[in-house]
Structures are given as C-alpha cells and as structure tokens.
C-alpha cells in the first residue's frame, strides 16, 4: 500500500472556475477525513466519512463546498465558483475506523486562485 | 470554542532536548496527539497519548500529559538536525482540532 494520495497536487484556477480534488485512501481504512491548511496554521476540518456515509458536513466552510464517497473508497472535494481566499493546502487522511489512534494524511493538492 | 493553542517558535543545538508545549479547552477528546510535518510534505503521525495516562514514553519521545491543566507536551532528547520541522499537537475524536504548529530548528 502507498498510503494516503491526492490528486493533483498543485492547481491553480481563475476565480470563479470550480475545481475538484482527488483522494486515495489506505484500502482497508474506512473512515476517510478532509483538512485546509492555510499558511502558518494548523489543518482545520472540514468533513468526514465512513465508508460512504458522510457524517459530519457542517463544519464545511460555505456551500460553494462538497465532498462525496460514493462507493466508500476514493472520495472527491469540489469547490464551486472559486475566491481568493480558498486558496489553500486541501489534506486528507483516512484511519481504520476502530479506535483513535490518529490519521495518515496524505501530501495534500495545493490550491491557487487567480 | 475549543483551541488548541502552542508556541511558534523554538531552537535548540544539536544533541540538546527539545520541549514543545501546547495547551487545549477541549476534554472529552480519548487521544491527543503529536505530528510532525516537514517541508513540501503532509502530516506525518508521531506518537500518542490516551487521555487517561500520563505520560507516554517512545525511543527518544516522551509526551506529557496533564490533564487538570489540559497540558500536553512532546520532548525529544537528543535533538538532531533531521527533527527540524513544525510539530502539531491535536486533540479531538472524529474532527481533530490542530495547533498552529511549533517551528522547531536545530543548530549543529
């Protein structure tokens, strides 16, 4: 297993464009996280799976935000009609689901808008 | 709300110990946590701590937790110049909360 992948890992868009973004998580990890890093801070949360079912979304920050899991494996985090201020390091991290023995993240998709 | 709050900054030589400290509001998590997140890369997981011990030793790793003071601290012995990096504390179950992280940088 190659832990944690997201694709791609730089994406620079014009405001206003959507985008989407891609993680792979480990294959036997069924609770799947996303995270947005700005500069000199910490990951903030945004939205959790397990398996296909979304459990927490309220915490996304707008609705121009989703993610789906739709067959509990890989998952996609769109942002419709981008601004400025989305830009941002976009993270995920998945865990086995028992217990909370902390996540693998993955190299995160780097976020310019233009 | 709930914050996690650490220092940004901290510098030691080479082969001294390193000590990070970082302070939470949130009790109910089961773990905290400490990650390390070099340049270019993701967030690497380095140790853990169930939120009934109080301290918890791995190799060069000792994390202290004081649980009436909601302090959790990660100290390095024997610092070397391959652990320069930003260290996360965190807390929380299924929607982890993070510090702003501690730049830590080791001279030779």
């Known amino acids: 297993d190659t832990g944690v992948s997201q694709d791609p890992r730089h994406k620079i868009t014009k405001r206003g464009q959507n985008v989407t973004f891609r993680c792979d998580p480990i294959s036997e990890h069924n609770r799947l996280y996303w995270y947005r890093q700005t500069l000199g801070q910490g990951p903030e949360f945004l939205t959790y799976f397990q398996n296909e079912a979304q459990l927490e979304k309220s915490r996304l920050l707008s609705d121009r935000f989703s993610a789906e899991r739709p067959k509990g494996s890989f998952s996609t985090l769109e942002i419709q009609r981008t601004e400025q201020g989305d830009s941002a390091m976009y993270l995920c991290?998945?865990?086995?689901?028992?217990?909370?023995?902390?996540?693998?993240f993955g190299s995160g998709t780097r976020l310019t808008v233009v | 709300g709930e914050d996690v709050e650490q220092s940004l900054f901290l510098s030691v030589r080479e082969g001294d110990s390193s000590v990070i400290n970082c302070t939470y509001t949130d009790s109910s998590s089961t773990y905290l946590y400490w990650y390390k997140q070099e340049p270019g890369a993701g967030l690497q997981l380095l140790t853990y701590?169930?939120?009934?011990?109080d301290m918890k030793q791995d190799q060069r790793l000792t994390v202290l937790l004081n649980k009436k003071d909601k302090h959790l601290s990660l100290r390095i012995a024997d610092t070397q110049t391959g652990d320069s990096a930003i260290y996360f504390c965190a807390e929380g179950n299924n929607d982890m909360r993070f510090g702003a992280g501690t730049r830590l940088t080791v001279k030779p």
């Open positions: 701590i169930f939120s009934n011990m």
């Open positions: 991290a998945s865990s086995p689901g028992r217990g909370y023995y902390g996540y693998t």
